[in-house]
């Protein structure tokens, strides 16, 4: 069962449930691959509902791997995600937000 008080999220990848964190690591790693330079410039497009696919499978894979998920990014990107791309946006959002709440600050929601 994902932790949201630790930013896990859960998602089913090609049938097999899997946990994804953004942890500083993977947010580290993340910032590198951004078009836009920063995490900030990510968290407001997705605030402002501007997001790419490419910006969804950066966000879950980033999560996936920090959680020890083996697969690639181009993996991802052939995967089938329980929910399909709207599902997978908003667990990608879901888990950006929970990354930058405190518990008990907010209600994590971008």
Not at 52 to 71: F, M, N, P, T
Not at 96 to 102: D, E, H
Not at 105 to 110: F, N, R
């Amino acid at each position: 069962m994902a932790n949201p008080h630790t930013g896990e999220i859960a998602l089913v990848v090609n049938g097999e449930r899997c946990l994804a964190k953004l942890t500083l690591g993977a947010l580290a790693g993340l910032e590198t691959r951004l078009e836009t330079g920063s995490l900030m410039a990510l968290v407001e497009r997705f605030e402002g509902g501007r997001f790419s696919a490419s910006d969804v499978i950066s966000l879950l894979y980033a999560g996936l791997s920090a959680c020890g998920w083996e697969g690639a990014e181009a993996d991802l990107a052939e995967a089938e995600i329980e929910g399909g791309p709207m599902q997978a946006a908003r667990l990608a959002a879901r888990m950006l937000a929970v990354a930058f709440v405190v518990p008990g600050e907010g209600d994590g929601a971008l």
